[in-house]
């Protein structure tokens, strides 16, 4: 980061202007960076995928929520990110984010291993099926035991939105299950009310 740092739009962790390039050095995997006249963004994604925004420099008018009175290093802003969200942009008074759902671009990502998942020991190497190198299968034969498991519908709908988190699958396909999820859970709430009417 160089330039003006009035308002800790550097992020810098001061308000010293910089004549050369500073490293901002606790940033964590950013995506996408957007520097204002009085405020910086970054778009950061996790080590679990999920993606966060980030601020510094002048707060006023909204500019960075939940920080009203600013910041000089990046903090996390009150904002919901989108799993899809890739770019960003910002005005005095607006935040943009551009959500994708390009079929063609890859995911960052393959396999998650089955060790990811909460509470699931390490698979032994050799009980895995060659055909089966990243243990796929094993982590849904556990996904399944822990629905299994649940004693309610609820429970076992709030297990398998749990899973769907866990799961190797592109930000597009989670949000469209999560939906679907959440539109079978409000189904099952009215079951006994009998079959919908077409105009529902």
Same mark, same amino acid.
């Given at each position: 980061?160089?330039?003006?740092?009035?308002?800790?739009?550097?992020?810098?962790?001061?308000?010293?202007?910089?004549?050369?390039?500073?490293?901002?050095?606790?940033?964590?995997?950013?995506?996408?960076?957007?520097?204002?006249?009085?405020?910086?963004?970054?778009?950061?994604?996790?080590?679990?995928? @999920?993606?966060?925004? %980030?601020?510094?420099?002048?707060?006023?008018?909204?500019?960075?929520? +939940? &920080?009203?009175?600013?910041? $000089?290093?990046?903090?996390?802003?009150?904002?919901?990110?989108?799993?899809?969200?890739?770019?960003?942009?910002?005005?005095?008074?607006?935040?943009?984010?551009?959500?994708?759902?390009?079929?063609?671009?890859?995911?960052?990502?393959?396999?998650?291993?089955?060790?990811?998942?909460?509470?699931?020991?390490?698979?032994?190497?050799?009980?895995?099926?060659?055909?089966?190198?990243?243990?796929?299968?094993?982590?849904?034969?556990?996904?399944?035991?822990?629905?299994? @498991?649940?004693?309610? %519908?609820?429970?076992?709908?709030?297990?398998?939105?749990?899973?769907? +988190? &866990?799961?190797?699958?592109? $930000?597009?396909?989670?949000?469209?299950?999560?939906?679907?999820?959440?539109?079978?859970?409000?189904?099952?709430?009215?079951?006994?009310?009998?079959?919908?009417?077409?105009?529902?």
């Amino acid at each position: 980061m160089q330039g003006n740092n009035r308002y800790g739009q550097l992020g810098t962790g001061d308000k010293m202007d910089r004549g050369e390039p500073t490293q901002v050095h606790y940033l964590q995997r950013p995506i996408a960076l957007w520097c204002g006249l009085n405020h910086s963004l970054v778009l950061s994604q996790g080590s679990d995928f @999920s993606k966060e925004l %980030l601020g510094c420099g002048c707060g006023a008018g909204g500019r960075l929520p +939940g &920080w009203p009175k600013g910041s $000089a290093s990046f903090v996390k802003l009150h904002v919901k990110v989108p799993l899809c969200a890739c770019s960003l942009c910002s005005t005095r008074e607006c935040l943009y984010m551009l959500s994708s759902h390009d079929i063609e671009h890859h995911p960052a990502y393959r396999d998650l291993p089955a060790s990811r998942v909460l509470g699931t020991p390490e698979p032994d190497p050799g009980s895995i099926a060659p055909q089966d190198p990243g243990g796929t299968a094993q982590a849904c034969e556990e996904y399944l035991s822990q629905i299994h @498991s649940c004693p309610t %519908l609820q429970d076992r709908m709030e297990k398998m939105k749990e899973i769907v +988190g &866990w799961m190797p699958l592109m $930000a597009a396909q989670k949000d469209f299950f999560w939906e679907a999820l959440d539109m079978l859970q409000r189904a099952a709430g009215g079951v006994g009310q009998g079959p919908p009417t077409p105009e529902s």
